[in-house]
């Protein structure tokens, strides 16, 4: 049995009329930069949110960047960051003109660690930016007691996490600011690029708004330099449409995960996430781990499984950080989970015989 990573073209075929019809109708009203569609879906997703403002941009790493430049971080400051997570985490805060300092994850997890956060911070520490990974929130109670302790900032990394929620809080309204990604793979993607920062704080959004628009609010008033940054028309109609959708598809996300934890669970040499307690994740990845995880991802794509490893490398080992001088003895746990982590197949429209395949062969990996 074929099992691809995800499946975009079998979500298209469920919602193909409402998609066709959206895209018509922007090309029909010729509103490709800015109008309705953007200005409808950045209302659709703050009432999703619940939070006040919504700024759409280009990417997800362009609304971390936004964020920061908003927030007055730059030269001379430090943002702390988990060691696990996609680069756009770390290079926003370099291309925000800041230096990242990272902080070891949970082993469970790979989620920032409270508990080594306070050793990092310094006289420069500006902020923190907790990443919701995988779609599992960070312990975020704990997080906002040490931003507020020493007066740091929290933008929330939400770019695997629409629609998560922590103790019953959701995703990107407990930070400053939460950046989002609708990369087409993401929980909630466009047909292209697109991103979006959302915040509780009239002022920081209208300042978000004026940077990711040449630092301007209506047309050659430009206050300051900014950059350009949109989400095109395109992009927001195809999300409004998605949107309607999203907390049935994370449903099905979270259902599938618990399937896949119950039957995974008992199976010796394989470590699942745990089952949601307090939070409730949308399980962007499923991602386990065990020991001489290459020899079972290979072992999968045999059996036609596709899989995928987030992250083979943590951040402070990439050559891209090699000039820190970070070592693997610095970040211990992000150094073993980096060679433990495999992401299963996951996705919205996931059938029960696609899973029990796919736990099937694990399990016959494992016993052998
Ligand atoms: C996808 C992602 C981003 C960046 O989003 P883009 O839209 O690809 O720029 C940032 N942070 C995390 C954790 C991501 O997964």
New binding site residues.
Partial sequence: MKIPFLDLKLQYEDIKDEIDQAIAGVINKSAFIGGEYVKKFEENFAKFIGTSHCVSCA??????IIALKALGIGRGDEVIIPAI??I??SE?VTAAGAKVVYVDVDEKHNLIDPDKIEDKITQKTKAIIP?H?YGRPADMDRILKIASKHNLKIIE?A??SHGARYKGRMIGTMGHAA?F???PG?NLGAYG???AIVTLDDALARTMKMYANHGRITKYDHEFEGINSRLDGLQAAVLSVKLKHLNDWNKNRNRIAHDYIAKLETIKGIDTPEKDDNTISVF?LFVIRTDGRDKLSEHLKSKEISTGVHYPIALPFLKAYQYLGHSESDFPIAAKNQNRVLSLPIFPEMTDDQLSYVVRQIQEFKSK
């Fill in positions: 990417n997800g790493t362009d609304a971390l997570s996609f756009a985490t926003a990443v990974i990394d770019a695997q950046c990604s609708f990369y993401k690029d697109g991103g962007h």
